[in-house]
């Protein structure tokens, strides 16, 4: 997800870096240099180049809101200037296209596109008001029309590969369900033996400690702990029946996770 992250920002700015550079060079011919400078339009264009270029290294959940949320303002902006803008219309397709893909409408999908398009339905109508009042409502139907003709033919034509992807993602989840079952299976058996719940005693948790950390065969475990190996051997037997092993390896797997001072 970071790549496409990445590769949206880095191509917004770019386009958007781009666009500043033209919009400055044809206001400068004909206002001068200066006003183009100070023109609210280029200004926007560039801050929004800068903040979408931020947002290509930035993991943060907020910068894939900021690379959705930013078309749906450029395309408000541009409705307002003509209320049947197809750039405005175009940058709203955007931001669903740049939401959708990063996970932004899988919660309350059916909610999120009806909001989304009442949104643009009211901006729509509001910038039509402005301009040409006659028949506002059909000019936001139509717009709103026109973006699910872009949504349904773009889910007609890669239906397949949409299918495709639902599929191997219902794969993936299964797997990784399955992966974090297994690792909380191996984390509980990780977790500590309770010896004395096993009925170990003193003599046989030193026997199993020094199993733990420096194994060894019963005449080294006889030496390091100063018994002799009867002793070591008794234990041993002992300890195999208290906690279902059948040999000095049993003991070390099975202890291995427990602490002592």
Known sequence: MMRTQRRIGLLFASIGLAVTVANLITFSLSDGFVAALLNLKINSVFFFSLLLAATAFIRFRISRWIQTFVPFLVGTIAVFDTYDSVYGLGMFAIGIIIGLKHGLFIRYFRAKAAAVLIYIFAIVIAAAELTQPENVLAKGVDAVLYLLLFGLLLASIYSDEIKRYAAFS?????????????????????????????????????????????GGSNAELSERLGVSSSTVKAHLASIYDKLGVDNRWGVIELCRNNQWE
């Open 170 to 214: 219902s794969r993936q989840t299964a797997y990784i369900r399955r992966l974090k079952n297994e690792v909380d299976s191996l984390q509980e058996s990780q977790k500590p033996i309770d010896l004395d719940e096993r009925g170990i005693t003193p003599g046989e948790e030193r026997i199993i400690r020094c199993l733990v950390e420096y």
